[in-house]
Every structure is written in C-alpha cells, then in structure tokens.
Antibody, heavy 124, light 110 residues
C-alpha cells in the first residue's frame, strides 16, 4: 500500500539549515502532487508547501517563502524540503503528504497518504 | 492569510450527532468545492475523512458527512462513538493556490 517515510529531522540552531527527505513506496510517485505540512507542539496543522507531479509548479506559505525550497526526484521516488535560515517558530513535526487525485494543477482533492512525521527543533 | 475558523472544542454523548463548522471567505471555502476534513488522534498523523466538500474516501466511516453553504463548511458526525474522540481539522484550497487549515476542533465524547 502507499507509504511515505520522512527522515532528516533533528535539533538545529537558529539561522542554520536542514534538509528533510521523504521516501515513497506503493504508488506511482510521479503522478501525484505532494505537500509538506507541519504541526508545532500542541498546535494545529499548517500547510507549508506544495509541488506538482512533474516538479515544475511549487508554492509556499508566506511564513517560509524565500527560506524553504521543495523539490522532488521522480526517479528516486523521493521528496525533499530544504530549510534555510531556520527560526524557533519553525519548530514542528513535518509531515510529507500526498494529494489524493490532484497532480498539481489548480485543485486540491484532500491529503490521503501521510508520513509518520519528522520532528524539527530549532533552538540554541 | 488567517486560518479558517472552527470552534475550539465540542462535546457530545454516545449516539448523538454533532456538527463542526468551518468558516472562511470567498477566497477559500466559498470560492471552491475543495474542502477537506481530517481526524487526528493524539500522537498520530491526520486521517482524511471528507474531501471535495461531501465525498468520503474509502475506509472512512459513513457516519461522517460534509456540506457547505456560502463561506461555511460543516462536518457532521452521526451516532457518536468513543473512538470519534479526536481533533478535527477542516481545510480548503485558496485563490493564492495554497491550502489553508482551520484551527482545529477537539471533540470530547462524554
């Protein structure tokens, strides 16, 4: 069955960088738009970024625009999130998520496959 | 962009029905039929229970139903069960081609 597994989280100082990875299996990776969604401790869900199935279309939340970069390697079935200039408010569990049907056009059909999440802590 | 507005908490007794509201604007909920709902139990990843306003994915209980009127979407849970105790989040596509979530509703089954 479809599965997403994140890695790369950890503790990092403010201003430093971190790269998250998300390995996919059990579905045709190149057919689906993918998201990163985060959840700060004890808080709600926050959409971070999206990438289209072909990797050509990306969009970011204002809170991370200019600091984070999403990318994908369809030959390796892997999604990435490069996080630069990290701030304490970026501390959260980061989930890699698949859109159920949308391939990245102007649509959103629900996030049907979620990874287990990887914790990122930004602290000095 | 501010989060969609949901009640912070709700409660109900087993067997009852409850409806969780999710209020946005014409730039998100009111502008598209791209509203989804998620259930999240503590320490777990969210689970999709409603997509495209009214549709249930395979595996979601038929006790969940969704609707929308204007800028407000709603999730109704009928026949409340103890296992329904969880956090619920609405979400919507927006005119800026992003996704916005609600603040979440904690449901307590009494």
């Amino acid at each position: 069955q479809a599965q997403l597994v994140e890695s790369g989280g950890g503790v990092v100082q403010p201003g430093r960088s971190l790269r998250l990875s998300c390995a996919a299996s059990g579905f045709t990776f190149s057919s689906f738009a993918l998201y990163w969604v985060r959840q700060a401790p004890g808080k709600g869900l926050e959409w971070v970024t999206v990438i289209s199935s072909d990797g050509n279309t990306k969009n970011y939340a204002d809170s991370v625009k200019g600091r984070f970069a999403i990318s994908r390697d369809n030959s390796k079935n892997t999604l990435y999130l490069q996080m630069n200039s990290l701030r304490p408010e970026d501390t959260a569990v980061y989930f890699c998520v698949r859109d159920q049907f949308c391939n990245g056009g102007s649509c959103y059909d629900g996030m049907d496959v979620w990874g287990q999440g990887t914790m990122v802590t930004v602290s000095s | 962009q501010s989060a969609l507005t949901q009640p912070a908490s709700m409660s109900g007794s087993p067997g009852q029905s409850i409806t969780i509201s999710c209020t946005g604007t014409s730039y998100d909920v009111g502008g598209y039929n791209y509203v989804s709902w998620y259930q999240q139990h503590p320490g777990k990843a969210p689970k999709l229970i409603i997509y495209d306003v009214t549709n249930r994915p395979s595996g979601a209980s038929n006790r969940f139903s969704g609707s929308k009127s204007g800028n407000t979407a709603s999730l109704t849970i009928s026949g409340l069960q103890a296992e329904d105790e969880a956090d619920y989040y609405c979400s919507s596509y927006t005119t800026t081609k992003s996704v916005i979530f609600g603040g979440g509703t904690t449901l307590t089954v009494l």
